[in-house]
Each structure stands twice: as structure tokens, then as C-alpha cells.
């Protein structure tokens, strides 16, 4: 009964410290020329500047007071884009999960998809400070898994019907997985012309807390969309 009691013991202590452990990956310097590479419009100057200035700033020059909410992801250069329109607004670092490169495939795989999405949840009371649900599964992943009889087409058809309104998420508890998302919790350093950073996700995209704050009060909301691209 004491051996017993002393495996659950130690069973609980591994579960406590697991999170943890997801969070230790190793960092690695990323060039700021790799971030920034100068011709698409970025800058890293935008990275510590406050989004309300930001936009502020942006309708004055242009002299509009509505415009269109956009996000583009580039994985390998760890850098999320929120545009007015056509033009950048301000770039974040993101952190991925430890397995950074290629499109998510299946539940647990760690990656983090690629392609068109859309916020579909916001969540305030989240663990990681906010968190905004993207809409993984989207439509190409959904036809890929049902032709590799991942999952049925009576799941695909549910996807589709999600992203028919854009006003809510697709299924999440499949083989393809979900809880993909937006979320606070991380950080970053700057090191001499680079950036540290470390993945430690399980496959969402990870922002400073005070980055995913702004984001949450002053621009993203269910339905806007979100490109992620290999890149």
C-alpha cells in the first residue's frame, strides 16, 4: 500500500512539473536580419512602440477612421504582421512548439498550422494571461485528413459550416487537433543584432503578455484573419 501510495506520489509530482517542461525549450538566436529582411514593409522599430500610437499615427497620415483587421504569420522568421489594410501596423516575436517546421498534421503533433484562419474564440480568463482560438481545422486540412482517413467527411462538413459564418470555431476534439491559438506567456530578449527566443508552445504562437494585452483590448476579435505562412 506504501509503494502504491509512493507511485501516485511521484506520478502527480511528473504531472506538475510536465507543463514546465514544455515551456524549457532551448533558445536560439535569431539574426535580425532574418526577422527583418528589410523589403516587405516590417520594421523592428514597431516591436516595443504601443499599437494605440501605432494606429493613431497611421490614421492621421491616411486620414481614415475605419479599415481592415489582418494578421500574417511567418513561422521561420518567428514574426506575426497586424496590418490597416494593406500596410503593417506593428510586428511581434512569436514563440512555436517544439516543433517548428511543416503544417499540422494530426492531434499532438506540436506543429503549428499553415494557411487562411480566422479568430474564432477569445478567452480572458485564460492561463497564458489571454488567448485568441484560431480556426484549426481549416478546409484544406480537413479535406487532406479526410482522404487519409484521419477523420470522416461528417467532420469535414463541420469545418466547412464553421467557415461558412467565420463566427465560431471548428470542431477541436478530433485526430487533426485543435486549441490552436494566440496566447501570452512568453518572452524574449534582444541580443546584440538578434533575437533570443525559445519554442515552448504546444503548437500555438506565443506573444509577451503585454503584447497579447493590446492585441486583446485594441484589435483582434472574432473574425479576423489570420494567414500563417512557412516562411
Known amino acids: 500500500m506504501v509503494r502504491a501510495q509512493r507511485v501516485h506520489l511521484l506520478l502527480l509530482m511528473a504531472l506538475a512539473v510536465f507543463p514546465l517542461l514544455t ?3 532551448a533558445p536560439f538566436v535569431l539574426p535580425e536580419s532574418r526577422v527583418f529582411p528589410g523589403n516587405d514593409g516590417a520594421s523592428p522599430a514597431t516591436l516595443d512602440q504601443p499599437l494605440r500610437q501605432l494606429l493613431a499615427g497611421w490614421k492621421q497620415r491616411t486620414g481614415k477612421k475605419a479599415f481592415r483587421k489582418r494578421v500574417v504569420v511567418h513561422k521561420s522568421r518567428r514574426r506575426m504582421d497586424v496590418f490597416a489594410d494593406g500596410d ?3 510586428s511581434y ?6 516543433s ?6 494530426r492531434q499532438g503533433d506540436m506543429r503549428t498550422p499553415e494557411g487562411d484562419l480566422y479568430v474564432c474564440t477569445k478567452n480572458r480568463a485564460s492561463q497564458f494571461t489571454r488567448f ?3 480556426s484549426y481545422p481549416h478546409q484544406a486540412s480537413a479535406r487532406e485528413a479526410v482522404g487519409s482517413g484521419l477523420v470522416s467527411a461528417a467532420v469535414e462538413k463541420q469545418v466547412l459550416a464553421a467557415y461558412q459564418g467565420r463566427d465560431r470555431c471548428p470542431p477541436q476534439n478530433t485526430r487533426m487537433g485543435g486549441a490552436v491559438g494566440i496566447h501570452g506567456a512568453g518572452a524574449w530578449e534582444r541580443r546584440g543584432d538578434g533575437y533570443v527566443l525559445a519554442d515552448w508552445t504546444w503548437g500555438c504562437l506565443g506573444l509577451r ?3 497579447i494585452l493590446e492585441l486583446f483590448e485594441g484589435y483582434l476579435e472574432v473574425g479576423t484573419p489570420v494567414r500563417i ?3
Not at 516575436?93 to 517544439?98: D, H, I, N, S, T
Open 132 to 134: 485568441f482560438g484560431l
Open 23 to 25: 515551456r524549457a525549450g
Open 93 to 98: 516575436l512569436v514563440e512555436l512548439g517544439p
Open 100 to 105: 517548428p517546421v511543416g503544417d499540422k498534421r
Open 229 to 231: 505562412e512557412a516562411d
Open 88 to 90: 503593417i501596423l506593428k
Open 209 to 211: 503578455d503585454a503584447d
